[in-house]
């Protein structure tokens, strides 16, 4: 699948998306669009799929169950992906997975720009659950 990891890398950089981080035996860059509010984005090319994972924040320490009953609601609006929470619990983040067979750049794209939009619709109110 090595092929498939270096289209991702060509879609990215077609994307003018800084990659800042890769491992090749891993498959996995890191990519950051800070003009798009976009920072240490994961980009896991785990065959079959590929992973998107950005961390969002820490899960607040107070009003969690208001906290997640909003963070639902937010993924029903979501056009790709989901705010989720890490296996320990701890964190919040925005995951994606797509194909990797037939992936094009458009669905790489999309995915990538429905976090930006989930990051430009919502980061204010997330980040006052975090005050």
């Known amino acids: 699948m090595a092929d498939k990891f270096e289209l991702v ?25 800070e003009e ?15 992973i998107l994972e ?9 009003n969690k169950e208001i906290y997640f009953k909003r963070l639902l609601q937010m993924n029903r609006s979501l056009v790709h992906g989901a705010f989720v929470m890490d296996e320990n ?10 194909q990797l067979e037939n992936l094009d750049r458009n669905e790489l794209e999309g995915s990538i ?14 980040l006052e659950f975090s005050a």
Request: charged share 25%.
């Open 36 to 50: 798009n509010g976009i920072k240490n984005l994961i980009i896991d090319c785990e065959s079959p799929i590929v």
């Open 113 to 126: 720009h429905a976090l930006s939009m989930a990051l430009t619709e919502y980061g204010t109110e997330l």
């Open 54 to 62: 950005q961390v969002i924040m820490k899960v607040p320490a107070r």
């Open 9 to 33: 890398k060509q879609y990215l950089f077609e994307m003018n998306m800084n990659i800042i981080d890769e491992d090749k035996s891993e498959e996995l860059v890191v990519v950051d669009d």
């Open 89 to 98: 619990g701890e964190l919040i983040l925005f995951r994606d997975t797509l």
